[in-house]
């Protein structure tokens, strides 16, 4: 079956735009999640859905960042404001359920000028 | 101090070798995951485990729950095998910590 889609896989955006990246898990996986991953600073976790609530926003560096899922599938992660700073890939992983086998999307390049 | 520690951070080895890359950390875990991301490339999950050893093909991982200790082994290595290797960890956690803390990775280079 399908692997985890991300979209769109480059963006470039101005600093101080809002930008809205999305994931398509595994059809049938409840647990996602939201890495970052930046020159210097490796893989950070963002943030964890279960189904569509959000039990850990731990990771969320900002309030400029946000996430949600629907319908227990696509999520979307938006970054408000946009900073230089936030220049990564973001990676979405998905998995069967919490603790299970996480299986990763390509990542979404952004890149805030 | 970072919670995840892997050496060696760059190891470059000759086709054939006997490659082994360890992974220390100092949280108490459920789960420890391998994973391989090719330049360029998108990550894939190796392994995961939490006690003993498992092995795929060329591939054996290990770790030890009371030392806080896992190692990466490939046998009988090849220039495909070239990529950044990296050790990430699922904390025990009361405050529903659930995703994964990473090490900084190793970075392989196989020589033909």
């Known amino acids: 079956g399908a692997g985890v889609s991300q979209s769109p896989s480059n963006k470039v955006t101005e600093k101080g735009k809002d930008v809205e990246l999305r994931c398509d898990p595994i059809s049938g996986h409840t647990a996602l999640y939201w890495y970052r991953q930046s020159l210097g600073q490796g893989l950070e976790f963002l943030i964890y859905f279960q189904g569509n609530s959000a039990p850990d926003k731990s990771g969320l560096p900002s309030d400029r960042f946000s996430a949600e899922r629907t319908g227990g599938s696509v999520s979307t992660l938006t970054i408000q404001r946009t900073q230089q700073e936030d220049s990564a890939v973001y990676l979405c992983?998905?998995?069967?359920?919490?603790?299970?086998?996480?299986?990763f999307g390509p990542g979404t390049r952004l890149t805030v000028l | 101090k970072n919670e995840v520690e892997q050496s060696p951070q760059n190891l470059t080895a000759q086709e054939g070798e006997f490659i082994t890359i360890n992974c220390s950390y100092s949280?108490?875990?459920?789960?420890l995951h391998w994973l391989q991301q090719h330049p360029g490339g998108g990550i894939v999950s190796l392994f995961m485990l939490s006690s003993g050893k498992k092995k795929h093909g060329r591939l054996i991982a290990t770790i030890n729950i009371q030392e806080k200790h896992s190692s990466l082994h490939i046998t009988a290595s090849h220039p495909r095998d070239s990529a950044v290797y990296i050790c990430a960890v699922r904390s025990i956690s009361g405050g529903g910590a659930d995703g994964l803390t990473f090490g900084k990775g190793t970075h392989l280079i196989i020589q033909p």
């Open positions: 992983a998905s998995s069967f359920d919490r603790g299970n086998e996480q299986f």
């Open positions: 949280v108490g875990i459920s789960a």
